[in-house]
């Protein structure tokens, strides 16, 4: 709409002046084009208005009609004020009555036409009657009035103190008339033909005043053809601005990593068991992009379990071997700390006995792997770090503060990428010249979510589990029959198998109503005399936490009881049954994240879910969803059905421009078609020189987030 009519104030066109433009910049519009895009948030069909004596109780209704009589009543005893009118249409008439609203007496006189919009309720003392309490209503002139406000599918603004909802809908009568006269068309019409959608002046129209056989009820859940058009046009500025940032990348300068060097080498060969086809097939994604002179952007997505850590290795040391230096930066002290000495562990298996230095750098730790160091103090770390000597960091967000800085950094690995902000992500990445990355998620995300969360990076799955692990089995267990519980704690253990305990919280000061860690301990404790419980939570000192986790791994512990800070990274292949206490607390991602750190074995696993009653609705649909399947993809979809995308993406602030019209779960097909036409567009004509009005929106819609064209 690259017209300059159309970025016009409103306050020029006729009958607006100042006053009113400050209002109406109060909602947003300050131009002609706002004003197109200001969308009614409701629809009412005042074309097929029912008959007064058609009514039913409890039914959303719209009349119209004249005022018959006004009455003002105040009740002594519960004083309450009521106003009250009585309307009649040509069937019958009906009582609206207002409670504690004493201004209204000024707003009406008798015979003058009114359209009021409410839900029908009985009279309570003559239930035979049907009344309104506090409906919606206009007062209607006859003559243009009719043709704006009545007689029309008429659209409901959100309006201002100080504009009416008449005036405003009549300010955007006379605005969308004055617009659509000067209205261009950014999006290329052989895309619009194909897909059948309408025009955006005919499609603005309507949006605004529909005309003609319109269906009401998909005006008012966003589904229009003309909602459509408006949701594609965004959807397509989105993957537009997305594929050129990734398209943009492939400009910048890189590192070309050649493969094959000693270290990797020997990990590729002392592997402590083969990579499954999927694993396989990552890894050798990743390689290529490490390869090109381009700087690698790539998200690995598994499910939890999937084996994402020894695929980031063979890159890790592909870098290493290069003689660039590698940052592995996980969410929580916890994580980095397993991931530290289980790589130890797997370099050791595969033969690296001393010679390849590595370490851990968290808030209060600082570690080398050599036998011959170990801790050491945490500036030191830092400082061999910036001198180059060391060449491979496990850490979490201390990674990004400024007193680290390397000297030659390659290659970034973040692992469990949804719990970091794409600001994380590129704070690390300034550490190093346009370092490679590749970032991890065990958060399956339905794939039109991931088309814009991660729309700017390649994106690999690994869709397959290692072999010999048999689906974890969950039950659903409620407080009363906690007992049972025990009952299978017992028999796990007499069985050879090790067992976790989760709480919400550490102790009950946390919240006094929830079981806690410490006391469910003391608990099992009197419970079971015989067997070593361990303890892990977050408030634990580094060195008590590590040796509480070799404890549980070595078996000195046969039950580790924790609270969920073991939700991701933890890995004990012979743990076979979980118990999550207040599992009604917990939502589906993070039931999910636990449960995964069961079934990582060849024991047979089960999970219990220990609910306290009474559930609430969600919750038990979140539990009976955790019980009919284990897969990943399914639940995260079901948890963005119950939660939404607003807050499923929650604290990921995703750095994404905003999508007025457009949802991206209920236009996933129009996500689709945005993303391929973009691709499509942009890989004919990269700076669309034959698209400028295509060119000006995109960088419209973009603009304060990325400059998407140089020059
Ligand atoms: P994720 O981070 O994806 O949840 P991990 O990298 O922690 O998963 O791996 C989970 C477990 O599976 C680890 O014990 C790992 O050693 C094991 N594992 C990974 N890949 C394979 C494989 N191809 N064959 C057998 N075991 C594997
Ligand atoms: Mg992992």
């Given at each position: 709409m690259a017209d300059r009519l159309a970025n016009a104030?409103?306050?020029?066109?006729?009958?607006?002046?100042p006053r009113r433009a400050t209002l109406l910049q109060k909602l947003g519009i300050d131009s002609l084009k706002d004003a197109a895009y200001y969308l009614p948030f409701r629809y009412e069909d005042r074309k097929n208005i029912k008959k007064i004596d058609t009514l039913r109780p409890d039914s959303g209704v719209t009349l119209s009609g004249k005022i018959l009589s006004i009455n003002s009543i105040k009740t002594p005893k519960s004083r309450t004020s009521i106003f009250e009118l009585t309307i009649s249409d040509s069937s019958s008439a009906i009582k609206a009555k207002w409670f504690n609203q004493p201004f209204m007496k000024k707003l009406f006189k008798k015979g003058q036409n009114i359209v009021i919009t409410g839900t029908t309720k009985l009279n309570p003392y003559s239930p035979a009657m049907l009344e309104l309490h506090n409906p919606e209503f206009e007062l209607i002139d006859t003559g243009k009035d009719e043709l704006i406000h009545t007689s029309r599918i008429t659209p409901i603004y959100r309006t201002t103190s100080g504009l009416g909802v008449k005036l405003l809908r009549n300010i955007m009568f006379t605005l969308i008339e004055r617009i659509v006269a000067h209205m261009h068309d950014p999006v290329p019409h052989e895309i619009i033909d194909y897909y059948k959608l309408p025009g955006l002046k005919e499609s603005i129209c309507n949006l605004h005043f529909p005309e003609g056989e319109i269906d009401v009820n998909k005006l008012n859940n966003g589904t229009s053809i003309y909602h459509n058009r408006l949701s594609f046009d965004e959807l397509f500025y989105l993957e537009l601005g997305l594929t050129k940032i990734k398209d943009n990348r492939t400009l910048d300068r890189g590192i070309s990593f050649v493969e094959g060097g000693k270290y990797f080498s020997k990990l590729m060969r002392g592997l402590p068991f083969s990579l499954t086809n999927s694993q396989k097939r990552v890894l050798n994604e990743i390689l290529k992009d490490m390869k090109s002179s381009a700087p690698m952007h790539r998200l690995i997505q598994g499910d939890v379990g999937s084996g994402k850590t020894i695929v980031a290795l063979p890159a890790i040391l592909n870098a290493i071997d290069n003689g660039r230096q590698t940052a592995l930066m996980a969410p929580t002290e916890l994580l980095a700390e397993q991931h530290f000495y289980n790589i130890k562990d797997i370099l050791k298996g595969a033969g690296f006995d001393e010679g390849m230095e590595f370490c851990l750098l968290t808030g209060k730790r600082a570690e080398i792997n050599s036998d011959s160091q170990g801790v050491v103090s945490i500036p030191d770390l830092k400082q061999s770090i910036s001198k180059g000597g060391i060449m491979f960091t496990i850490g979490t967000h201390s990674l990004i503060q400024e007193s680290v800085t390397f000297s030659n950094l390659g290659l970034i690995v973040i692992d469990e990428q949804h719990r970091f902000g794409v600001m994380q992500r590129a704070e690390l990445r300034q550490k190093g010249a346009n370092p490679d990355v590749l970032v991890m998620t065990a958060t399956p995300i339905p794939r039109t979510l991931a088309m814009t969360l991660y729309g700017d990076l390649h994106y690999s799955v690994i869709d397959e589990l290692p072999p010999n692990r048999t689906p974890v089995e969950t039950i659903i267990v409620n407080d009363t029959q906690k007992k049972s519980v025990y009952d299978e704690i017992g028999k796990e253990i007499l069985s050879g198998g090790q067992v976790y305990v989760v709480y919400p919280a550490i102790d009950e000061n946390e919240e006094s109503s929830l079981h806690s860690a410490l006391k469910g301990k003391e608990g099992l404790e009197r419970m079971f005399t015989n067997v070593k419980i361990g303890l892990l939570h977050g408030k634990m000192k580094t060195a008590e936490r590590e040796e509480a986790m070799e404890d549980f791994k070595s078996r000195k512990t046969t039950i580790l009881v924790s609270t969920t800070v073991i939700e991701v990274g933890i890995d004990v292949p012979e743990a076979s049954l979980m118990i999550i206490v207040h599992a009604e607390r917990f939502g589906l991602s993070q039931l999910h994240q636990l449960r995964g750190r069961v079934g990582r074995g060849v024991r047979k696993s089960r999970c219990i879910l220990l609910a306290y009653t009474p559930l609430n609705e969600i919750a038990e649909r979140r539990l009976s969803i955790m019980a009919e399947t284990s897969d990943g993809f399914r639940i995260s979809e079901e948890d963005l059905n119950i939660r939404g995308p607003g807050e499923f993406l929650g604290a990921r602030q995703s750095g994404m421009p905003d999508l007025k019209t457009a949802h991206i779960i209920r236009d996933s097909k129009w996500l689709e078609i945005a993303k391929s036409e973009a691709e499509r567009i942009l890989s004919k004509d990269p700076d669309l020189k034959s698209y400028p009005l295509l060119k000006e929106e995109l960088n419209n819609f973009w603009r304060g987030s990325i400059e998407l064209f140089h020059g």
């Open positions: 104030g409103v306050q020029f066109v006729k009958g607006i002046g």
